[in-house]
């Protein structure tokens, strides 16, 4: 037997930051995302001689050890032992035997959720093996505390949501882990245009998330009034985002997408830096109307909002940077496991 799973990468459009604690707690926080067509995928394969094997196939990497209930954290693979050793200690089980293969169709660091959707996919396979009694709050909400609680990698939650949910969603964050998901019933034609008008450009430029998270974090704790009315925009960004999308009034988007990046450099120094200013001074001289980085911010990958025809001219010009331009589709399904 083979169980396997795959759970997609997000885009958020609106929002970004205000998911994390302590803002989410004190104020509340709101983004709009939505699930496309890159994903974490995973495979489970039951053995029988009390050992483990995991395979990263994307990161080159495997490590076997004998079975045992909890594995030590060490740096080696810890989103997936992570999520082994909460499955056991959660659910009470003797130790089990199998290999885990994984692959993720982005690169770490590439602000798409990439190793928050990994570990919902590790997740949801062990819950398709063991038959664990888990929903999709549930599996998002474990998935969020094997990340940012057991293994302490810093960050928000909407991730963990996205991936586990899909389509496109306006999430809401509150005190106590409280996420509230609310699934957008869009036109077709509206899902469509907006798809044919959106780039997804990796500008090659890896980052580390939870060191800019970290900088947001002391703003808040610190009461630093500039960042803090930031995220107070962006979280209003996300309201002016889902009624532009429902009322299919695609002609605002690019402002929005602009109105929350001048905000969202507010959050930190380290969100931008003169290569990404200049990459999205040349996609808005060309004809973009708006843009952001996707997930914290430094690097990784950057979406434009390219109305009419400009999406050719955008692309041209801001491919003489280097990077590399993403073929995607927005997509309703979330995490899917199955058996064979």
């Known amino acids: 037997m083979i ?37 974490a995928y995973a495979s489970i394969e039951p053995r029988d001689d009390n ?22 954290i060490d740096g080696e693979l810890n989103l997936l032992k992570g999520v082994y050793n909460r499955i056991v200690k959660d659910f009470s089980l ?73 389509g496109f969603n306006f999430m809401e964050f509150y005190e106590n882990d409280k996420v509230i998901v609310n699934p957008l019933r ?22 580390l998330s939870s060191k800019i998270i970290e900088s947001q974090i002391k703003n808040v704790k610190k009461k630093d009034d500039k960042p803090i009315e930031a995220m107070h925009k962006l979280k209003e ?4 985002m889902k009624e532009a999308i429902l009322k299919g009034e695609l002609d605002k988007i690019g402002a929005i997408l602009d109105f929350g990046w001048e905000n969202k450099k ?17 996609a808005k001289n060309n004809g973009a109307t708006g843009g952001k980085i996707s997930g914290a911010g430094g690097g990784g990958f950057m979406i434009f909002y390219c109305p009419g025809n400009t999406r050719y001219k955008v692309i041209e010009e ?23």
């Open 3 to 39: 169980v396997r799973s795959k759970a997609p990468l997000r885009l958020g459009f609106a929002g970004g930051g205000t998911d994390v604690s302590p803002y989410s707690d004190i104020y509340g926080g709101a983004i709009l995302n939505s699930a496309i067509s890159m994903y």
């Open 51 to 72: 050992k483990i094997k995991f395979i990263s196939i994307d990161r080159k990497k495997e490590i076997e050890s004998i079975s045992q209930k909890q594995l030590a």
């Open 94 to 166: 003797k130790p089990l035997s199998f290999n885990l293969t994984t692959y993720v169709d982005a690169p770490p660091g590439s602000g798409l959720g990439s190793s928050s959707t990994l570990v919902v996919a590790v997740l949801g396979a062990f819950v398709e093996w063991l038959k664990l009694p888990l929903g999709d709050y549930d599996i998002a909400n474990l998935a969020y505390e094997i990340e940012r609680k057991d293994l302490k990698h810093k960050g928000g939650k909407q991730d963990h949501y996205a991936s586990t949910f899909g």
């Open 186 to 207: 869009i036109k077709s034609n509206v899902v469509n245009e907006l798809q044919f008008n959106t780039i997804l450009y990796y500008t090659g430029i890896s980052r």
């Open 237 to 240: 960004q996300s309201i002016m």
């Open 266 to 282: 507010k959050l930190s120094d380290k969100i931008s830096n003169p290569i990404i200013d200049k990459i999205y001074e040349v």
């Open 318 to 340: 801001i491919g003489k940077f280097g990077g590399e331009f993403r073929r995607f589709k927005f997509i309703k399904y979330g995490l899917e496991t199955w058996s064979i």
